[in-house]
Structures are given as structure tokens and as C-alpha cells.
């Protein structure tokens, strides 16, 4: 994260965070089968989830009465947490309710705010937030098909409750995903299963198979009658259907089902999104950000932006893009066409001065070269600040190894006089093995690097952004 230096408020604001982008099968809702191999010992069983743990930390003082507790001054509601939970660096957001809802850090300040009846001698209730403090989660074994679903609640941590889905092949319904839901506003990237690790996706609801609709599913479906997912006629069901297929979302010669419709991935991205993009939503409304660089975020032309924000993403980009922009809606700013093979998107930006701000991204096994950096940055107007997720290991920027792309890195940078504004910080935190490096730079001109601080969040997660605050 970068900012311009203001002289009344020297620190940092440590808004840089990375989350993962990953997609989700599409599977159909199914009652679990209920037979299960005698002769097979049971494969799951209580294991901590490595790196993770559930943590419900999002906390709603509402108040009972009258007299909102949002309306007393902002000094005494932060004086007031802070006698309560001994800290001052909660975080804190004004919901359009009139309720404040609180970020907590541990188990422990849940229990001392939660035990409240009282807030500034204001009666109040105290509850968890309703949906910011679980998840979803998508996982698939082979191995757990003898496993009911309620034996995977009962024996996992954190997990409340597990639903199978099954697609049919032929005439037959195989078992694919296992949908968990977690006691956590973050999902873990692996757990353990007994002596299994599994990789947890991202879990994105899809469609109606009743109706073959997107937006809904089977159980909300208002159509009468169920239609056949390989002809889009309401006659018959899929297994007696010989006709033609025919899609009754983008009226192509293909089933409903196919993961090549053009709606189908629409709608997958569009869903997906939604489904990561929450706590970037909180973030922006935390921060304010005048600049937000993301990498990694699977975006596309006309993808509906978060409220307040401008979306700009690379012309002539792949459909499912690697870098954006997102400029704070009032912000002046002018998009720059780059002529470049790499994932990049830049503009000028007004600010207190008019600086270029450039969101890169640089895939880890993607070839690169000093004359495709110089090609780049050389299309950037001065003064600049580039962020981006760089993929490249250096002690330059606080990793603990050097690869071969990051000695690169540093010749091209200290070649063209570039200022490195990282701090040593570490960047990128792997939730599963909780190792820590340092992928993502933000490098500077000479003439704007000296007005800048940079921190790193202190919730580090899977998914790169770097932000500018105006």
C-alpha cells in the first residue's frame, strides 16, 4: 500500500491484502446416501485445519431504545471499546441501520463485548453479525464417499454443516462436491480429514435445476413444472429426451448444463465475484481509497463495480482479466491505452498532484524481460507509482531468497534510478502452511517517492491489492 505523505498524519495505512481467485464446479443439490462401508474405518476425524481456526469476529451493538448509539460522538464510542476490550485499534463501521458493527481480534474481546447490556448508558443488545461471520466452501474426495454428511459435522472444527452434490453421467448420479459450511467469516484454503488434505474453493451457487435459471435455486423455483435441461422443453425429464439439445438461457445448440454457454460463464464470474469480493467492499469502505490496484481478481468488461467506484481494466484484455483499477467515483482521471503483452492497467490520477498509477500483474511460471518491463514503464507518464503483484523473490523488498526473477528485478530497477517503496514487510501469507513472503512491490519514480509511505495490512491474506489514499 502506498500513500502521499501528509505532514499532520505521518503514519501509514496499512490497506494491502490478497485473497485467492478460484472457481467453483457446478453441481446439483442431493441427499446424502446414507450407505456406508462396514468394512472401511472412518476417515474423518478432529484435526485442526492448518493455519486457520474459527473465529466468529464480527460483532452487531444494536440499541434498544430511541437513542441511537451511532449518534454519540465518535471520541466516546472509541474511548468506550477501548475501556471494554483493551485495544484502540478496533475497527469500527456506522451501518445504515443505525447499529455499529464491530471487528474483532479474538475469542476473548467477543466474550467482554458480548457480556454488555449497556454502551455509553445506552441499553443495547449485542448479537453476531448475520452473514459476514460464516462461509462456504467446496471440497472433493474420492475417498470421503462412505462419509454421511452428518458424520463430517460431527468430527471437523469449524465446519456446521455438509451437503453432497451429484451430476449425472448418463444414467447414472456420480458424487462430485461436498459443500462445508464454515463457522468463520473466512473459509481455509486446505483441512486436514483424517490422515487427508483437501483444497477448499470458493463455494459459488449456481443454477435452478428445475428451471434451468440462474439467480435461484430448485427449492425457491416458481415455475410450475420442471424443464428438461437437454432440450428446454417442460414435456418430459432429461433421461426419456432424445430431441436436439437447445439452451433455454442463450438459445444455443448445446444443453442447459454446459460448462461452454456463454451464459454459464457469465454467470460464474458474476457469481464468484460476489462470493470473494466482501471484504473488499468493507475495505473501501473503511479506507476511502482514492486508487485501488487489484491483481489476480478474473474481472471483465462491464462487471458491475463496487458502489462508490470507477472499474478500469486493460483494453483489448483477455475476457477474464488479471489486473484492474478501481478509482473512487469524483476522482479525475484519464485511462492510458498500454501497448503491452503484460497484464497492466494505468491512468493519470488527480490528486493533491497529478501522478500515473499502474496495476501490473506477473504470472510466477509466465516468461518476463527487461525490454517488456522497459516497453511498459517507458508508456508511463511521470510521476508514477506501479503496484503490482510481481511473483519475484529478493531480500531488496524483504523476501527471505532471491530467485532468478527477482536479481532481475533489481538490476532493471536500480538501472532506471526506480525507487522500491516496500518497507521489508512481508506481503503474502499461505493460510495453510502460515509461511509468509514477499511477492508484491510498489515501485516509484524518483520525483513522487519521497511523498510516499508504504505498510503492509496486518490481515495478510491470498489475493493482491495495493491502494492509494487521496
Known amino acids: 500500500m502506498t500513500k502521499p505523505k501528509n505532514p499532520s498524519d505521518p503514519s501509514p495505512h496499512p490497506d494491502m491484502a490478497k485473497k485467492p481467485c478460484t472457481e467453483a464446479a457446478r453441481g446439483a443439490d442431493s441427499v446424502a446416501s446414507r450407505r456406508k462401508a462396514e468394512d472401511l474405518p472412518t476417515l474423518m476425524s478432529v484435526s485442526p485445519f492448518a493455519g486457520w481456526s474459527p473465529f ?11 437513542a441511537k448509539v451511532a449518534d454519540r460522538s465518535p471520541f466516546k464510542i472509541h474511548r468506550e471499546l477501548k475501556s471494554i476490550l483493551g485495544d484502540e485499534t478496533i475497527e469500527v463501521t ?3 441501520s443505525g447499529d455499529l458493527m464491530v471487528e474483532l481480534k479474538s475469542n476473548d474481546q467477543a466474550k467482554k463485548l458480548g457480556a454488555i447490556a449497556t454502551f455509553l448508558d445506552i441499553p443495547v443488545t449485542v448479537s453476531y453479525h448475520k452473514s459476514l461471520n460464516s462461509t462456504k466452501g467446496v471440497i472433493r474426495s474420492h475417498d470421503l464417499r462412505c462419509c454421511l454428511e452428518e458424520e463430517m459435522v460431527e468430527e471437523l472444527s469449524g465446519v456446521t454443516h455438509a451437503r453432497r ?46 428451471c434451468q435459471r440462474y439467480g435461484h435455486g430448485k427449492d425457491r423455483c416458481k415455475k410450475p413444472a420442471a424443464v428438461c435441461v437437454r432440450c428446454g422443453k417442460g414435456d418430459h425429464v432429461e433421461g426419456d429426451c432424445s430431441a436436439d439439445p437447445h439452451c433455454v438461457n442463450c438459445r444455443g445448440d448445446h444443453a442447459a448444463s454446459s460448462k461452454t454457454c456463454p451464459k454459464f460463464l457469465e454467470e460464474q464470474a458474476i457469481l464468484r465475484y460476489k462470493a470473494e469480493n466482501g471484504e473488499l ?38 475476457p477474464w482479466g488479471e489486473v484492474a483499477l478501481l ?19 494505468a491512468a493519470t490520477i488527480s490528486l493533491e498532484k497529478t501522478l500515473t498509477v499502474c496495476s501490473l500483474y506477473l504470472p510466477p511460471n509466465s516468461p518476463l524481460s527487461k525490454p517488456s518491463l522497459a516497453e511498459l514503464f517507458e508508456q508511463l507518464p511521470k510521476p508514477f507509482l506501479v503496484l503490482g503483484d510481481f511473483n519475484a523473490h529478493s531480500p531488496a523488498w524483504g523476501d527471505s531468497r532471491r530467485d532468478g526473477r527477482g536479481r532481475m528485478l533489481e538490476e532493471f530497477i536500480a538501472e532506471n534510478d526506480f525507487i522500491i517503496l516496500n518497507s521489508g514487510e512481508q506481503t503474502f501469507v499461505h493460510s495453510a502452511y502460515h509461511s509468509t513472503s514477499a511477492i508484491d512491490l510498489a515501485v516509484a519514480s524518483p520525483s513522487i517517492a519521497a511523498e510516499c509511505s508504504w505498510a503492509a495490512h496486518s490481515d495478510l491474506c491470498e489475493r493482491p491489492m495495493q491502494t492509494v489514499f487521496g
Open 56 to 66: 466468529k469476529k464480527f460483532m452487531v451493538i444494536s440499541s434498544k431504545g430511541s
Open 165 to 210: 452434490f451429484k451430476v449425472r453421467r448418463g444414467e447414472d448420479k456420480i458424487q462430485t462436491d461436498i459443500v462445508l459450511t464454515f463457522d468463520s467469516p473466512k473459509p481455509p484454503s486446505r483441512i486436514r480429514a483424517g490422515y487427508l488434505t483437501l483444497d477448499v474453493r470458493p463455494y459459488v451457487p449456481m443454477c435452478c435445476y428445475k
Open 94 to 96: 456506522k451501518l445504515g
Open 281 to 318: 467492499k468493507l475495505l473501501l469502505n473503511r479506507s476511502q481509497s482514492a486508487v485501488v490496484a487489484l491483481q489476480e481478481c478474473r474481472l471483465w468488461e462491464g462487471q458491475v463495480p463496487p458502489r462508490g467506484y470507477t472499474l478500469l481494466l486493460p483494453r483489448g484484455g483477455s
Open 327 to 345: 478509482i473512487r467515483n469524483g476522482t479525475r482521471f484519464s485511462e492510458i491505452d498500454l501497448k503491452t503483452d503484460l497484464h497492466a492497467a
